[in-house]
């Protein structure tokens, strides 16, 4: 993003605002890491407790121990038959506070994740319920319920932490979006 649109100091401003407190944990395909319309690494600077975990090379396999921790309960955001759909209730029935997982990448890319990552098979799915579409503009989007990782996130999180945060995180994602687009067309910031 050139300079002028750059929305760092927004970022600065609304992770020191945020409270959230579910751990995200990104596995993003490699061939993503630097695309610049990948949106899991503003939810990595936005959000305190995001990592972002590299998959998909040959040789260069996830480490389970590294990602999933005891006293968490793990969630695969991912829209599979046997998902469940995300909701307080849900929440509320798990032993531990839920860690989200969510698969970065095209949907080629991600449907595979739970299949080559072992360690995933018996996480549970869980699935957003039918909302809004998407507001990502930067991508054609091949599925018309798709959403961009960073808004799948900020509904995940309005679920498990509230309307309030998925609002604020709509709004950076928002602001990101209309720069871009803003600075493709060579416009001035507004």
């Known amino acids: 993003m050139r300079q002028e649109f750059c929305i760092c100091a927004e970022i600065v401003r609304f992770r020191q605002r945020l ?11 490699h061939r993503e890491e630097n695309l610049t ?10 959000l305190p407790r995001c990592e972002i975990h590299l998959r998909g090379e040959i040789g ?7 990602i999933l921790q005891e006293g968490e309960s793990p969630l695969l ?10 909701d307080v209730e849900l929440i509320e029935r798990l032993p531990h506070p839920p860690t989200l997982i969510v698969p970065d990448g095209s949907w080629r890319q991600a449907s595979k994740v739970a299949k080559r990552e072992s360690f995933l098979k018996n996480v ?4 957003l319920r039918p909302d809004a579409p998407s507001r990502y503009r930067l991508r054609r989007e091949p599925k ?5 990782t960073f808004e799948a996130i900020a509904r995940a999180l309005g679920v498990i932490e509230g ?6 995180l709509e709004d950076v994602f928002d602001m990101m979006v209309e720069r871009t687009l803003r600075s493709r067309a060579g416009l001035l910031p507004s």
């Open 77 to 86: 955001l991912y829209p599979s038959e046997d998902a469940e759909f995300l």
């Open 144 to 148: 018309a319920e798709g959403l961009a």
């Open 37 to 46: 319309t990948n949106t899991a690494h503003l939810a990595s600077l936005l």
């Open 60 to 66: 260069q396999a996830l480490v389970p121990e590294k």
């Open 19 to 29: 409270n959230v407190r579910t751990r995200v944990l990104v596995l993003m395909h």
């Open 124 to 127: 549970p799915r869980v699935t």
């Open 163 to 168: 309307k309030q945060i998925r609002q604020e």
